[in-house]
């Protein structure tokens, strides 16, 4: 029997929408992604339909029962409770790629390992000339530099996200650009991007007599949030 959603009322509270998920779970609006503790009523949201949806309603619960851990490859991982949805399609055989893909919902505990957790594409072009910038601002985090509420999307914060995508990586409060002894421009203009998008000081490593590169590195535990959470 196909089951909807309306199937996964959870007893606890059976009153409400399905399920729940941590607050720091991250949710795709048309600006960028979010927690969800921050999403408000009238915001638009991404669905599993690839479509945005304005917010109805917010609700907060005090949750006493464990919550499930799923990780998805490429894509991090999220804390749900064991009746929350998730739209997946289950793998046919341990060792093998599936022939057919039919996605449907499963409550969370049912998740198995190799299945196939579904990811939207949204269907529609949103023009935005800014991105909003959201990350935890760490009441004592001392290091890191607050950064703007949002940064503009031009060719300059796409050719560094370029630059990224290509050369770089994160640890837990820096993100690291690597380029060869002959990239010395694009070392230059990364450190330049850094300071003018996000008003940050860039550093770079000279590691040419060692491994023939260059590192250029920025300490900033929140773009490194947003950059894990953007690329």
């Not at 949806?53 to 917010?58: G, K, M, P, Q, R």
């Not at 203009?189 to 590169?213: H, K, P, Y």
């Amino acid at each position: 029997m196909k089951l909807t959603l309306k199937d996964y009322k959870a007893d606890l509270h059976n009153d409400w929408c399905p399920g729940c998920v941590a607050p720091s779970t991250r949710i795709v609006t048309p600006a960028g992604s979010k927690p969800i503790a921050d999403i408000a009523v009238g915001e638009l949201v991404l669905g599993h339909d690839g479509s945005f949806h304005a917010v109805t309603e917010v609700m907060s619960h005090h949750h006493p029962a464990p919550l499930h851990r799923i990780t998805v490859q490429g894509l991090g991982e999220t804390l749900l409770t064991e009746d929350h949805p998730v739209y997946l399609v289950r793998r046919q055989g341990a060792h093998r790629t599936n022939s057919e893909y039919t996605a449907d919902w499963t409550r969370a505990d049912q998740v198995r390992r190799g299945d196939y957790v579904a990811y939207p594409i949204p269907n529609e072009v949103v023009e935005r000339p800014s991105l909003a910038l959201w990350y935890s601002r760490k009441v004592k985090d001392t290091r890191s530099k607050p950064l703007p509420d949002a940064v503009a999307l031009n060719e300059d914060f796409l050719r560094l996200a370029g630059y990224y995508i290509a050369e770089g990586h994160a640890h837990t409060r820096e993100l690291t650009w690597t380029f060869s002894r002959t990239e010395r421009d694009l070392v230059e203009d990364t450190v330049a991007l850094i300071g003018s998008l996000f008003e940050l000081r860039a550093t770079v490593r000279d590691r040419t007599e060692r491994n023939n590169t260059f590192e250029v590195t920025v300490a900033s535990s929140y773009l490194t949030e947003i950059f894990r959470g953007l690329f």
